[in-house]
């Protein structure tokens, strides 16, 4: 599988104690890069990440721009340059409430796009909790749908066998082993052409002057494109 992998993730840039109580936003993203064997424990990993995790934390006040032009990374204007998933772990909940002579209340804000191509973002309270954001132009909810639960059951796994191989741990559950299967066990229907030549000038001569292929700027019906 891959050997690397870059990911983002943003940290509070109020690395001073005398920012601890400012007000205003002193967010810095910063790239992770993991590197990866496929017979890395799962344990081995989690501790690799989280020293990672401090050594970049150390560095959390170096502007995200300096870090691009140090690495001469690409600038495409459909993708962030270095990573195109983030991951976001927001362990304030609570900050509100101990503020003292002020009134804060907490909402919910959907900007209706998604910074990155994908983002995992989980809180923590009395227990963890997550959601996923995504292009919706590079995903459907179904693909994300069925990542979610292959990442919760890659979770489990490695929880219960923190010692075994990345590479071995399951992804499909029990359950939904069972469900892929049974889509390739559905009614067996022949097929009525010798090839796919023979269907397709079989439909040529049903429907000549329906559309059979069309582009952002022209279409063509079967006549068309059998000349």
């Not at 590197?35 to 150390?58: G, H, I, K, N, W």
């Not at 721009?65 to 990573?83: G, M, S, Y």
Request: hydrophobic share 40%.
């Amino acid at each position: 599988g891959q050997q690397e992998l870059v990911v983002g993730t943003t940290l509070a840039g109020r690395d001073h104690t005398a920012l601890e109580g400012a007000m205003g936003c002193f967010l810095q993203t910063l790239p992770l890069r993991c590197r990866l064997r496929d017979d890395m424990p799962f344990a081995e990993l989690l501790l690799a990440t989280r020293q990672t995790v401090l050594r970049c934390s150390d560095h959390q006040a170096l502007p995200f721009q300096q870090i691009v032009e140090a690495a001469q990374a690409p600038r495409l204007l459909n993708r962030t340059p270095l990573f195109q998933a983030s991951l976001d772990w927001l362990n304030h909940a609570g900050d509100a409430e101990a503020m003292t002579n002020l009134r804060v209340t907490e909402r919910d804000y959907d900007p209706g796009t998604s910074k990155f191509e994908l983002s995992l973002v989980v809180t923590s309270t009395n227990a963890f909790a997550g959601y996923l954001e995504y292009r919706n132009d590079l995903f459907d909810t179904a693909t994300i749908t069925s990542w979610w639960r292959a990442f919760t059951e890659l979770l489990r796994q490695a929880i219960a066998t923190p010692h075994a191989p990345i590479a071995e741990l399951p992804w499909v559950s029990t359950e939904h082993a069972q469900d892929l299967l049974a889509c390739g066990q559905g009614e067996h229907r022949p097929w009525p052409h010798p090839h796919v030549i023979a269907a397709w000038q079989q439909q040529v001569a049903h429907t000549p002057s329906a559309i059979a292929l069309r582009s952002t700027s022209a279409q063509w019906s079967y006549a068309d494109a059998q000349r």
